[in-house]
């Protein structure tokens, strides 16, 4: 069976042996670093690189190509390559740093200010026609603007809104809070520990700088100001800090949020033992799959007393590498995509907004339990556009950190966080 | 492997590039090794290298280089009172996971040496923890220190020990202790199937001599059996230090570094200076500290265990 190279022996054969192999090694390894971009017959070969939301991203976003790929037959062939999402930012980054940024692709709307300073993201002001723009939800689409110019086209847009257990709050005599001061009472109310706490906060893992900006916003405080300097010492900011590490102290919450994260805290709210938390509408899809008899509702996070609402909202962005060959493809490629059905198939599975008002005036979104996510896009606050925002991040959740593990006071933990900002 | 081949290279014989030559044992020997030296020197020298180049560098968020930056991500690296603290909690991380997982794991050692009913099932749970992925064993460790759900908290309650869950993870000493012992947990199984191994090649001639002469157990402890493994326990000691002190998966999955750093160790936090801030200048710096003293490490190691062993020979 085995033949040639294995049953053949002695001296003359083996120099020839370790040549090919040697030669074998070489070719792999250069191999390695070439890639194809275009097969031949005329054919346009676009890559498109989008995130898994969950598992079933890939099969929806296969579904839109194929239908792309059969009505441009020929013309164009768009391959679909997804990636989980906290591997995004290293793929996308590696791929531009190798030159081999995907034509078409997802990421993260903060990251704009980053990949556009180093003139990886196209422009994308002179295909938007008002045709195409008008169906957007005109503040959703603004998020992805930077310099007066835009680079992403939004897709997966959320709002955060605080969710609450309807049966405890009945029990316990309480409304939805409106306020801190109904905040307070109803987390130090509610809590029956150790089988239910007051309101979840996750202060370990990712997120942390997103569950304080829900205090920080609705007490009129913000992270930077215009020119990009902390705002974080700032009256408003200390005592939003103050405002959530006194409800850790006086047991409004789980005691030590250092030790829990994003993913426990989401556990725990699914398996009743809190009564509230504040997050986006996926948590509905995860409530109705794991555990569908819970009483909740979601309302808009409770504002320090007379201060505007501010909703905390995240948008992730379509785009196109500035330095793809083939940018009228890609384009027409985005615009098949940003068909209503395929946006309203997507959003549904992924449990999040639309960004189409077609989609949004569908009944689907207009039940009760979807309207109030998308009236909280009128109040809606992005992340800012920042290059350092994923360093300000980080320096934001080491400050929330130390403020309710208690190594500092707020107001410490805070001046701290603005010195570091500003020195970045 | 790569050296010893290099060592052969003879140019006078094989710089004459003809039939007979290419037939000669050293030339067909280097042409076999070629292709691992060449495996060698993509994945393990070049990285290194690409490292070294990038903590001298300016380097953008894409880690593309921006041109020389002499000294300046060391210089940023030794200012910043983080990385100081957290190189200290480094090194007590490694000395406190090595130093107790090889005093637990001489004792479990010696006891799967013994002769007992059962002796094979033990051997074979103690490896079970070996098998699985240090990513699934922490991720595992991360439920069982819940907060809220986690089986000790449940055991405790329900013995009365305890009235309110402990939130291992929530304060910087219980979650240290926690990755500690998970740590320790984790090294153990290599660290005793090597010294098992030791043991097994100790002959029990030595041991009977030794009881005939009236020694009990201590004395042959001491004077057999501890000397005679001490090769192994170099060679654990060693190997564990490097792993432990680059191991990530553990802190990495249980805490993140929360609360504040207090937590992380450096490949944690060289971790997110790079992947999350984007900081890859810095980082690579770090990359080459953590490199260039686990190297020290090695060969100080080495160096001193070797003249001992060769004393005790004599």
């Known amino acids: 069976m085995m033949g040639f190279p294995f049953t053949l022996r002695g001296r003359r054969t083996r ?46 976003m296969k579904t839109m190509v194929d239908d792309f790929n059969k009505a441009n037959a020929g013309k164009i062939k768009v391959s679909l390559e997804t990636a989980p999402w906290d591997k995004m930012h290293d793929k996308l980054a590696v791929s531009m740093g190798a030159g081999q940024a995907p034509d078409v692709f997802g990421y993260a709307t903060r990251w704009i200010s980053e990949f556009a300073g180093l003139n990886q993201l196209a422009p994308l002001d002179d295909k938007l026609t008002p045709a195409f723009t008008q169906g957007f939800n005109q503040k959703v689409l603004g998020a992805g603007t930077y310099k007066n110019k835009t680079y992403g086209l939004p897709v997966a847009v959320s709002t955060r809104l605080l969710y609450y257990r309807t049966d405890i709050f009945d029990k316990a005599g309480l409304s939805a809070p409106k306020t801190w001061d109904d905040l307070m ?52 900011s200390v005592e939003a800090l103050q405002y959530l590490t ?18 426990q805290i989401i556990e725990n709210f699914k398996a009743g033992q809190l009564a509230m938390y504040p997050t986006g509408p996926w ?63 997507f959003d549904e599975a992924e449990g999040m907004l639309p960004e189409l008002n077609a989609v ?14 998308i009236d909280a896009l009128a109040t809606a606050k992005f992340q800012p556009q920042n290059a ?36 970045l | ?118 002796r094979r099932l033990a051997r074979a749970l103690l490896i079970v923890p070996w098998a699985a992925s240090l990513m699934i064993n922490a991720i595992i460790w991360r439920w069982i220190l819940d907060g809220q759900y986690s089986i000790i908290n449940g055991t405790l309650m329900k013995l009365h020990l305890i009235d309110q869950p402990i939130i291992w993870l929530g304060s910087e000493q219980t979650a240290w202790a926690a990755i500690i012992l998970v740590g320790i947990l984790v090294s153990i199984p290599f660290t005793s199937f ?73 490949v944690t936090y060289l971790y997110k200076r790079a992947f999350t801030e984007g900081q890859f200048g810095p980082a690579a710096a770090m990359a080459m500290l953590t490199f260039l003293l686990l190297l020290a490490f090695s060969l100080g190691f080495s160096h001193v265990t070797r003249e001992r062993t060769g004393v005790n020979a004599k």
């Not at chain 1, 942390?208 to 992270?223: A, E």
């Not at chain 2, 290279?9 to 044992?25: A, C, F, K």
């Not at chain 2, 493994?229 to 190997?239: A, C, H, K, N, S």
């Open chain 1, 15 to 60: 120099p020839a042996l370790a040549l090919a192999l040697a030669a074998t090694t070489v070719v792999a390894l250069t191999a390695c670093g070439s890639s194809s971009t275009s097969a031949g017959g005329g054919e346009v070969q676009l890559r498109f690189l989008f995130p898994e939301y969950s598992a079933k991203t890939t099969p929806l």
């Open chain 1, 185 to 236: 009472t109803a987390a130090i109310k509610t809590a029956n520990p150790p089988k239910l706490y007051g309101l979840g906060v996750p202060a370990s893992g990712i997120e942390v700088d997103t569950f304080f900006n829900y205090f920080l916003y609705n007490n009129g405080g913000d992270i930077l100001d215009a020119n990009g300097k902390s705002k974080l010492s700032s009256p408003e």
């Open chain 1, 246 to 263: 006194d409800l850790v102290k006086r047991n409004g919450s789980e005691p030590k949020p250092t030790g829990f994260t994003r993913e």
């Open chain 1, 283 to 345: 948590l509905t899809a995860m409530i109705k799959a794991d555990n569908p008899t819970l009483k909740y509702a979601a309302v808009p996070f409770p504002t320090n007393a007379g201060k505007a609402q501010q909703t905390v909202s995240v948008t992730d962005s379509l785009g196109m590498s500035a330095k793809g060959a083939h940018q009228a493809e890609a384009w027409k490629f985005i615009e098949f995509m940003y068909q209503p059905k395929y946006r309203q198939s």
């Open chain 1, 360 to 373: 949004a005036q569908s009944a689907y979104f207009q039940s009760p339990e979807n309207k109030p996510f």
């Open chain 1, 388 to 423: 350092k925002f994923e360093q300000i991040q980080q320096i934001e959740t080491v400050a929330v950190q130390k403020a309710l593990s208690g190594q500092a006071t707020p107001q410490q933990a805070l001046d701290e966080a603005t010195t570091k900002i500003n020195q």
């Open chain 2, 1 to 118: 492997m790569a050296v010893v081949g290099e060592s052969d290279l003879r140019p006078g014989r094989s710089s004459r590039w003809r039939p007979s030559s290419l037939r000669s044992e050293p030339v067909v020997g280097l042409l076999f090794i070629l292709p691992t030296v060449a495996f060698v020197v993509l994945i393990v020298f070049y990285p290194i290298v690409e490292t070294a180049l990038m903590s001298f560098s300016k380097v953008n968020s894409l880690a593309q280089r921006e041109g020389f930056a002499g000294v300046a991500n060391y210089r940023e690296l030794f200012s910043d009172t983080v990385f100081l603290r957290i190189l200290a909690q480094t090194v007590g991380w490694t000395v406190a996971v090595v130093g107790i997982t090889t005093v637990v794991a001489i004792p479990v050692a010696l006891a799967l040496n013994f002769n007992f009913r059962g």
């Open chain 2, 194 to 266: 090597s010294l098992l191994a030791g043991l097994q090649s100790v002959p029990s001639e030595l041991y009977e001599a030794a009881l005939v002469d009236g020694a009990g157990f201590w004395t042959s402890f001491w004077h057999i059996t501890l000397p005679l493994i001490r090769p192994v326990l170099v060679v654990t000691t060693l190997l564990n230090v490097i792993y432990v002190f680059n191991s990530f998966p553990i802190p990495w999955v249980l805490t993140q570094g929360a609360p504040a750093y207090h937590t992380d160790i450096l």
